[in-house]
């Protein structure tokens, strides 16, 4: 974590960080003092779980720490620091926690345009989290970053299933996500009967669903002669190409 890149925030986005990063750090000194965190999961330790919880590391705990402490003393102020991946990573979950409070209601926004406003910073943190991986990748190497990158992942699913879970559960609809879900599951149909018509082997179901949401990503980046319209309307089609592609793919 040696490569950061620089960073200035305005007073509203040095705030926004502030109400993001203030649970993740509440609930882990209540963990630390009190053996529980009332942002856990409630089902945390059933076996929805099993595999899925995540680690914890001390040491990125202990940089978020030390951004959270900076940004204290900065509230309403503007902010420039120089910031590693983990505490750039830490940003947008920040702004995402900080903007999931205002639309459950357990924070009133405190500004007008507060979500434009997140969604303008976090399109500017990833472009800075992008800008960061590379210049990672070039000094320290590819494998560095990746190790790197999977430790994150792996602190942030404990972080939201330990310290961030919403305590009224809400899950905001998304109807676009709700879309291609059921167009995947339809594809997974569809490949599934014309597999076993040409008497080819299914993949394994999560494996099938992964190849068909590669193929669907395809389409809809224009490297295909198909449109997603096309392939709803004409199962006929859909399962023919489909089932190619799969038979391409696993033939690798």
Not at 96 to 122: C, D, F, P
Not at 173 to 184: A, G, K
């Amino acid at each position: 974590m040696n490569c950061t890149i620089n960073a200035r925030f305005t007073p509203g986005q040095t705030d926004l960080l502030y109400v993001g990063l203030r649970p993740l750090i509440i609930n882990h000194l209540n963990l630390i003092h009190t053996g529980r965190s009332p942002a856990s999961h409630p089902d945390i330790l059933t076996l929805r779980f099993v595999g899925k919880r995540g680690a914890y590391r001390d040491d990125f705990m202990e940089v978020i720490k030390r951004l959270w402490e900076e940004l204290q003393l900065y509230r309403g102020h503007e902010f420039q620091t120089s910031l590693n991946y983990v505490q750039l990573s830490a940003c947008v979950l920040a702004v995402r926690t900080a903007i999931r409070q205002v639309r459950h209601g357990h924070v009133a926004a405190w500004t007008i345009g507060i979500e434009n406003r997140a969604s303008r910073l976090l399109r500017r943190l990833e472009a800075m989290r992008k800008k960061l991986k590379r210049t990672i990748t070039k000094t320290e190497g590819h494998t560095s970053f990746r190790e790197l990158a999977s430790r994150w992942r792996e602190f942030l699913k404990w972080a939201r299933l330990t310290l961030l879970t919403c305590p009224c559960l809400i899950r905001r609809p998304n109807p676009v996500y709700r879309s291609r879900q059921r167009l995947i599951n339809a594809m997974v149909i569809v490949a599934t009967i014309e597999l076993q018509r040409l008497k080819r082997t299914v993949p394994h179901p999560r494996t099938l669903r992964k190849l068909i949401r590669d193929a669907l990503k395809n389409v809809r980046r224009l490297r295909t002669p198909w449109t997603i319209p096309l392939l709803r309307v004409n199962p006929q089609i859909a399962d023919w190409w489909i089932g190619e592609y799969i038979i391409q793919r696993m033939g690798r």
